[in-house]
């Protein structure tokens, strides 16, 4: 499985951006998907997930009504739709992929075996 993360960039607080996660290599049907991200000395931090087959989402608090995941299965491609950013979002975003949903674990990054190469996003203030 090769992902292949895109779409970061520089955006004013308040701004809009998109960020996508192109995969390739198996199906996806039972995958677990989802976005992480990383600051500078920090540990990955668990941004949204969803499950490839049902379209269930699920999100951080921190980013829940501002950002939205999503995924075109004719793509084999995810998204993150980011609005109403804020300086605290700038970050290099990751995603990541497991081959089986899990129930409870999907905001652990432990839990995933497959991962993009990140992209930055960077908020000004």
């Known amino acids: 499985v090769q992902l292949q993360a895109s779409g970061g960039g520089l955006v004013q607080a308040g701004g809009s951006l998109r960020v996508f996660c192109a995969a390739s290599?198996?199906?996806?049907?039972?995958?677990?998907m989802g976005w992480f991200r990383q600051t500078p000395g920090e540990e990955r931090e668990f941004v949204a997930a969803?499950?490839?087959?049902?379209?269930?989402?699920y999100y951080a608090d921190s980013v829940k009504g501002r950002f939205t995941i999503s995924r075109d299965r004719a793509k084999n491609t995810m998204y993150l739709q980011m609005n109403s950013l804020k300086p605290d979002d700038t970050a290099v975003y990751y995603c990541?992929?497991?081959?089986?949903?899990?129930?409870?674990?999907?905001?652990?990054?432990?839990?995933?075996?497959?991962w993009g190469q990140g992209t930055q996003v960077t908020v000004s203030s």
């Open positions: 969803i499950r490839w087959g049902t379209g269930s989402t």
């Open positions: 290599g198996d199906t996806f049907h039972n995958y677990a």
């Open positions: 990541a992929a497991r081959a089986r949903w899990i129930v409870s674990g999907y905001t652990y990054p432990d839990n995933y075996a497959y």
